[in-house]
């Protein structure tokens, strides 16, 4: 398929939310939020959330709707990125056959449709610069084995594309979930409490996710608070402190933020924080071992060379959560990221490895009316690659028409 244009008009918003939740189900879209709504943990409700960000987006839209208000005078950057994606959702379900159209549907409304929106995010980045895109993965049969996901053709090269995402938490001792459920569980326990304090738990290896630990390590810690003590013990796996913060401290920005933790901060931690006049609470839990994310991602990618048929040059296009802007030029050059990519690129089976391409948090653009949401990308080109070497033929360089 070919779109001769990707945008929409502020003022039609309404009307390609409604085609959306006609093609996927509005009841389901209402089913998820009020299990969204029923959660009772604040930190783990927000994970659940990253796992479907277009739940957000509709939830404001259909509240919009029962009120009556307008959507375009009333949006929000939540609707903003919700339209940006259905809006190409809605012209790719247009085109594709009834077997794609199923498959497709079938991934907006799993459990997790983060992968689904990054090969969104690709396929609408050549639509835009005007190439052929022919959904192989959803289109034709899968009996000859694994195959990539797009096809994408112009007046002079064919190309495969594969979309890879990798969890924030894909080999890390400390993982979102986890860390979500033991916030909830310290909050829940100790939210009452006037103190201003930094509680740190070290972890000699993972934190896990057994709710009912974490119960009983708040409830050490209440005690610990109440006692005014410092040291907590818990068992040899687990090591909890509490660091008393004066009591004027307030978490009012992030650069507030930024200044309490700087004293505690390793590359390991996760932060969380609640603050008020009376209260002001800072989680940080890290782990001992070290991660194996790179590790993990290194296998992700060496599986992924053989879903190519090898005839046509390749990209794989590989979303890592958890790396924003900024970060990108320090990963650039002399990083574990470039090493394990080398080395990937240096394998004999990787001839047809045309560009490994990396992205991750959004960044979003306003101009005049249009608002243009896009991922900075870090790509590393194949010196041995065997077709349009040295050419920048997936236009991750070209400005977008």
Request: a neutral charge; aromatic letters at 10%; one cysteine or more.
């Amino acid at each position: 398929m070919i779109l001769d244009y990707i945008g929409v008009h502020e003022k039609q918003f309404a009307r390609e939310i409604e085609l959306f939740l006609v093609n996927t189900d509005k009841r389901y879209w209402e089913k998820i939020i009020k299990k969204f709504d029923a959660e009772g943990g604040v930190y783990y409700r927000v994970y659940l959330q990253t796992r479907n960000p277009l739940a957000e987006g509709i939830r404001q839209y259909l509240g919009l709707l029962r009120e009556g208000k307008s959507l375009w005078k009333h949006r929000t950057r939540e609707i903003d990125d919700l339209v940006q994606i259905v809006f190409t959702v809605n012209r790719i379900l247009k085109h594709v056959s009834a077997k794609a159209k199923k498959e497709i549907i079938s991934k907006l409304t799993s459990e997790d449709i983060r992968s689904f929106l990054h090969e969104l995010t690709i396929a609408t980045h050549f639509l835009r610069n005007r190439f052929n895109v022919e959904f192989v993965e959803y289109e034709r049969s899968h009996s000859t084995g694994t195959t990539f996901d797009f096809l994408v053709t112009t007046d002079s090269m064919e190309a495969e594309i594969e979309c890879k995402t990798k969890s924030y938490d894909a080999g890390r001792r400390v993982t979102r979930k986890g860390f979500y459920l033991f916030c909830d569980e310290i909050i829940k326990q100790l939210s009452s409490y006037k103190v201003k304090c930094v509680i740190e738990l070290n972890c000699s290896n993972q934190l896990g996710q057994d709710q009912s630990t974490f119960r009983l390590i708040a409830q050490k810690l209440r005690g610990a608070i109440e006692h005014r003590s410092e040291i907590v013990t818990f068992n040899e796996n687990l090591s909890l402190s509490i660091n008393y913060l004066s009591p004027l401290t307030i978490i009012d920005s992030a650069e507030s933020f930024a200044s309490v933790v700087q004293p505690f901060w390793t590359p390991q931690s996760h932060f969380a924080t609640l603050s008020n006049s009376e209260t002001t609470i800072i989680i940080k839990v890290q782990s001992e071992a070290p991660d194996i994310v790179l590790q993990a991602l290194y296998n992700e990618l060496k599986g992924s060379l053989n879903q190519f048929s090898s005839k046509r040059p390749a990209l794989i296009a590989c979303h890592i959560e958890g790396i924003y802007p900024e970060q990108w030029e320090e990963l650039r050059k002399g990083s574990g990221l470039a090493a394990m990519t080398s080395r990937l690129l240096g394998k004999e089976k990787a001839a047809h490895i045309h560009t490994i391409a990396y992205s991750s948090e959004i960044e979003r653009i306003r101009a005049a009316n249009r608002i243009d949401i896009t991922h900075p990308v870090l790509f590393f080109t194949n010196d041995s690659c065997s077709r349009f070497k040295d050419q920048d033929i997936f236009s991750l360089t070209a400005k977008e028409r």
